[in-house]
């Protein structure tokens, strides 16, 4: 693992979201102090607010894409189709590894299935039935491989 790989999963350990891992860890490269990195990401875990759907890991890294490459002029279809094509390459990386980027898909849930907002207690069992954790690391590998 790289660095910020390393620090994703160690975000995540610590009880941060998927979302938030992965964002924090790369946030200050653009200038972003890491409590802000937190907010903005906070309700992007259990793939979006606990709906399972896009992986909390695949949102954060994808706003990482757009911290690099997003277009800030409305009217540049170039910078809106360089970001596409790097979120797009993530994608693909993503995908070189696990087979889906929908939560639900990635955990082996059923639709509408583990969705309250309270999340689940992070204990031994926990770490034994989720992949998430393999899932931020592999997140932040695919992203390195595109913004670096």
Known sequence: M???SDKAVELFKSGYNCS???FAAY???FGMDSETALRVSAGLGGGVGRSREVCGTVTGATMIIGMKYGATDGDDAE???LCYEKVQQYIAEFKKIN???VCRELLGLSQGENTQPTPDARTQQYYKKR???QLVEDSA????KVIF
């Not at 590998?141 to 390195?144: I, Y």
């Open 141 to 144: 590998k695919a992203l390195e």
């Open 27 to 29: 946030a200050d490269i």
């Open 79 to 81: 910078g809106k189709k």
């Open 131 to 133: 992949p998430c954790v």
């Open 99 to 101: 087979p889906s980027i």
């Open 20 to 22: 938030q891992a992965v």
């Open 2 to 4: 790289s660095q910020r």
